[in-house]
């Protein structure tokens, strides 16, 4: 049987992704607010994961609630995307806020390319 065995990270590649994430929770940079699909899969993930069944993997809730979101119509979707719309305007204007006062652009990705 072909066997295969877990590629270590190169040299310090873990511990630099590590040290940057630990710079940026310091900066204290405010976080991006999560989207209108994961808003909608925090609120619900209880209800997806039973229907899914007791033995479901959490692949298979994703893949669940991915089918859920994609087959919701635009008004059912609205509730949410007004919530993160709500979220992201607050995350704006904290991001300005930050920048404003010293927050460094370059102690973390924060997000405005996504």
Do not use: C, H
């Not at 590629?7 to 630990?22: L, T």
């Not at 007791?54 to 919530?83: F, Q």
């Amino acid at each position: 049987k072909n066997k295969r065995k877990m590629k270590e990270p190169k040299d310090g590649k873990r511990g630099a992704k590590k040290a940057r994430a630990e710079a940026r929770k310091a900066s204290g940079m405010p976080k991006k607010p999560p989207s209108a699909y994961f808003q909608f899969m925090k609120e619900n993930q209880e209800a997806i994961r039973k229907e899914a069944g007791p033995e479901a993997k959490t692949a298979a809730v994703g893949a669940l609630g991915g089918k859920k979101w994609k087959a919701m119509s635009a008004a059912e979707k609205k509730p949410y995307e007004d919530k993160v719309a709500k979220l992201k305007a607050e995350w704006s204007k904290a991001m300005e806020e930050w920048k404003k006062n010293g927050g460094d652009a370059e102690a973390g990705d924060d997000g405005e390319d996504q």
